[in-house]
């Protein structure tokens, strides 16, 4: 069934042109947010619906173009090429009929300067493609990349890293991820939110402790006191940080004082306010204007935190030498487990980006235990499933600290997907990315 993308504005061929724009950037190691950011307003949400579906589909795309031609195109055809390769090689996701995408493609191809020469190119590859589909899509199924629509090295290390649950976690990857809100409960209740989105009729269901998901994803202004600090948006698994790291943990003096490590855009820094709203917060980011995104994000959400611009790992430029009672440490990783939100990810990522990130996690403990007050905690988390950005790092921490006791907390959440309304019922934090985290209390002297 073809669900077309929604753009009267726009001829379908000028979306084609402008996916594989964003498409070519990602490919030159640009995210795909701000790729899509630069398309022009009028036609930036068909565009971003189409570089989305081409992104999960990558993978199996440019399988398919090497199977039609060993050598690739100018790279701007080639973008064009695979995009419409990724949006029509399965009839029941394809978002427009796939001979109107194969039709769209050449005509795209035919009014870009860049691609003019190579549109016989593009119109013989799609024909044969229209033709030859189904031997075409066998003779890739032994593709590991085309099979999974992620990098080999990708597959590989999550087999070795969960071996029992490695597919379903692949499998989570192909479809998007539910649009998931956090209530604020200094506001208001879950259930008076509940009522509150269904008078504006937004379906939705209330998951976790304080979070709400919602059956369709909806623009934030349509949701019901968004800028008043009522809901915000975050997915059900960063919604456990800061009661976990808060849940028992006692102040050295009249208010707990807190660091959030790595803070923008401030969506844990405002949770922990929402739940200790006395607390003194420092949120750290090392750049300036992802500290703006933070101050705008307290400022909607009414509550206020000390909002540095610094590298977290250099405690001499910022540190006033007052221990913390809690450390939320929400460290910089490839971002494996959020590839439902970002299917990028997997194409920007390089095998040895893990182990640099590692590297750069270990660094930041290393650097802000010695900040954390005798009996205080320190959060470690990462939106992450390769367990050397997880479980393999905080062992290592461990053994290397004698004074760092592992207290209970959830491990590796591996990113879920609900299919039906009795497993969501069943499921009490719903669908959620992939996660991990790591409580850490120091002992006492």
Known sequence: MNTPVQNLQAP???????????????????SMTAAIDAVAKDLRPGVQALSFQAMRS???AVALRKCLARKAPPAAADALLCTALALSWQDDTAPYPVHTLVNQAVEAARRHKDMRAQAPFVNACLRRFLREKDSLLASTEADLTAQWNHPVWWVKRLQSDHPQDWQAILEAAKSAAPMSLRVNLQHQSVPTYLQALQAQGIAAKAVAEMGVQLAKAVPVHQLPGFDLGHVSVQDAAAQLAAPLLLKGLKASGQSLRLLDACAAPGGKTGHLLECEPTAHVLALDVDPQ???????N??????????????????????NGVPFDGILLDAPCTASGIGRRHPDVRWLRRESDVAQLAAIQAKLLKA???????????????????????ETQIQTFVQHNTDAIILPSPGHLT???VASEASLRD?????????????????SI
Not at 377 to 382: A, D, K, M
């Open 58 to 60: 990558w993978g199996r």
């Open 290 to 296: 992802r500290c703006e995104r933070i101050q705008q």
């Open 427 to 443: 499921n009490r934090m719903g669908e959620h990315d992939g996660f991990y985290y790591a409580l850490l209390e120091k002992r």
């Open 415 to 417: 990113p879920s997907h």
């Open 368 to 390: 802000l235990w010695p900040l954390v007050k005798p009996g205080g905690r320190l959060l470690y988390c990462t939106c992450s499933v390769f367990k050397a950005e997880g």
């Open 298 to 319: 307290l400022e909607r959400l009414k509550v206020q935190a000390q909002v540095v611009a610094a590298d977290a790992g250099q405690t001499a430029d910022w540190w």
């Open 12 to 30: 379908l061929w000028q979306l084609l042109q402008a996916t594989a724009h964003v498409a070519q950037a990602v490919h030159g190691g640009r």
